[in-house]
């Protein structure tokens, strides 16, 4: 089955989580955000294990140090869950950091790449396991603690874009191989311009076949919707096509609508944040850290919209309520969504990730379950249906189109036929 992977990035995330175990089969957590609540995200991970048979990766924080300053404050320290990952990792990351203001893994010699893996690796293995243990000692008894491990490890990862990245990758995938006792899943983590020269997708198989790796992510930077051209779209499908013709099950790490329709072609599975996530970058800039503006996931055009303007686009269509529990609950039509997006007094974002959750889940499944065609078909249907409410709708943003529907069918055209 398509594997449905969550992005668990805020503790703010975590009602939304425990009320939707069953729309998810996984979650990607960074590792720092573990670190600094390790009493109790450690017991959530168990409960969800054991409720509804969710299981866990950890992002390795590791690779937030190549670049950027965003893991500082602003007067140049470390911020606190990057903190008490460092300390937990321990030497030689805490005076890597004392002395340079980056950690690359290019600028490393062979030795530290191979103990800072092995402390990522070991971290990873052990540190849900040795913190549910440390409470059992003191409440009840927990059966078979070692199954509340992760699904896989992932390798701390380096930004491949040129050729001597491939070497970096290969010295930590050694190392790691080393290091590590469960199933390793690298992440592929590739520019647009990477994989578009020929003989890159090759390359990157053989960069996992060496280490008879049989799965990995695949994070294709900055694959945006309203920004990626159709090409950009061919050569992410043409990578996904050449993964799997190497017997490797290739797992999206950021993914939207298009990525579902790539189970087709060999893709594995998909990841997404509650709300957005479904594209990322390396950016790394220090940022304000103002709030999350509150989007409605609207299925038919598979993108978020101010729930005002979601809610103009589907009176427009005619458009039926959402069927999802949550809305159905919460709302009679859709005016009920535009009232209560309205209302300061109402935690609004908790229903919308939910919603979005469901929506996901759904779309995962009907997507896996029906032929490739009659998704490009619907593709088009609804690039029609909404093309023109879009263009109508004052609550729209001027800019956004829809043609990436169309670009998403020709790509996955360009490669199928
Ligand atoms: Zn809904």
Redesign the pocket.
């Known amino acids: 089955m398509f594997e449905a992977t969550l992005r668990y990035n805020s503790p703010s995330d975590k009602d939304t989580i425990a009320s939707s175990t069953e729309y998810l089969d996984s979650l990607v957590i960074p590792a720092r955000m573990l670190t600094a609540n390790r009493k109790a995200l450690p017991s959530n991970l168990q409960n969800y294990a054991d409720e509804a048979g969710v299981s866990y990766y950890l992002n390795p924080t590791l690779s937030d140090f190549r670049v950027g300053d965003n893991f500082r404050d602003e007067k140049g320290n470390i911020r606190s869950w990057h903190l008490k990952y460092i300390e937990a990792i321990g030497d030689p990351l805490e005076k890597l950091l004392q002395n340079n203001s980056n950690v690359s893994a290019a600028h490393l010699p062979p030795e530290q790449i191979e103990s800072l893996t092995a402390a990522s690796v070991e971290f990873q293995e052990n540190f849900v396991i040795d913190q549910l243990t440390e409470e059992r000692d003191r409440y009840d008894p927990i059966e078979d603690v070692e199954s509340y491990a992760p699904e896989a490890v992932i390798p701390w990862y380096h930004k491949i874009s040129q050729e001597s990245d491939l070497q970096t990758n290969d010295t930590i995938l050694s190392a790691a191989v080393d290091a590590s006792d469960l199933p390793l899943k690298p992440c592929l983590f590739v520019t647009p311009s990477f994989i578009a020269q020929e003989t890159n997708p090759e390359a990157l198989a053989d960069l996992l076949l060496k280490h008879d790796l049989s799965e990995c992510f695949v994070w294709i930077e900055d694959l945006d919707k309203h920004e990626t051209a159709e090409s950009h779209y061919t050569h992410a499908a043409e990578l996904i096509v050449e993964l799997a013709e190497a017997g490797i099950a290739p797992h999206f790490f950021y993914g939207d609508y298009f990525a579902m329709m790539l189970s087709h072609l060999g893709l594995s599975g998909t990841t997404y944040g509650t709300m957005y996530g479904e594209e990322g970058g390396e950016r790394r800039e220090r940022t304000s850290g103002s709030g999350v503006a509150t989007r409605y996931y609207l299925d038919g055009v598979k993108d978020f919209l101010k729930p005002v303007a979601a809610v103009d686009v589907q009176q427009r269509v005619d458009a039926e309520m959402?069927p999802?529990d949550?809305?159905s609950r919460q709302f009679d039509d859709w005016s009920d969504l535009a009232e209560l997006a309205n209302d300061p007094e109402q935690n609004v974002q908790a229903p919308m990730k939910k919603?979005h959750v469901?929506?996901r889940w759904h779309q995962i499944r009907t997507v896996e379950s029906q032929l490739l065609d009659e998704t490009l078909s619907e593709l088009e249907r609804d690039h029609s249906k909404y093309a023109s409410a879009f263009g109508r709708s004052n609550q729209v943003g001027q800019k956004k189109k829809l043609d990436y529907l169309l670009r998403w069918k020709h790509a996955i055209e360009n490669v199928t036929s």
């Open positions: 959402c999802c949550v809305c919603h469901r929506v």
